[in-house]
């Protein structure tokens, strides 16, 4: 089970570090009743990844294209779209195979 964070590549480290931080809880808060999420942190289940993705802008609209996700914003930023959070899922779309990773 994984949790998918996707940034828009044109974000600063510590902008995109927030987005990771915020988006995660938002994503927690959102989804928190649904079993997917229970069986996530369970801290007796090995499932507790995440996938940080660095995504353009073309990349960034497909994905809105899925379900189950979160948007964050930055205020700083003037309220940009930073990042999308995925709930978290066994099985993802082949489109989320070919993301890169964020480094």
């Not at 964050?72 to 993802?92: D, H, I, K, M, Y």
Request: with cysteine; net charge positive; glycine share 4%.
């Amino acid at each position: 089970m994984k949790m998918y964070i996707l940034v828009k590549g044109e974000i600063d480290l510590g902008h995109a570090m927030l987005a990771c931080a915020h988006g995660t809880l938002m994503c927690y808060l959102k989804f928190k009743d649904r079993e997917i999420m229970s069986d996530y942190i369970n801290p007796n289940l090995p499932n507790f990844k995440k996938c940080i993705c660095k995504v353009n802008e073309k990349e960034f609209e497909k994905a809105k294209t899925y379900e189950d996700y979160v948007v964050v914003t930055e205020s700083a930023l003037n309220g940009a779209e930073t990042a999308l959070v995925f709930c978290p899922r066994q099985e993802w779309s082949k489109f989320f195979s070919f993301l890169r990773l964020y480094k």
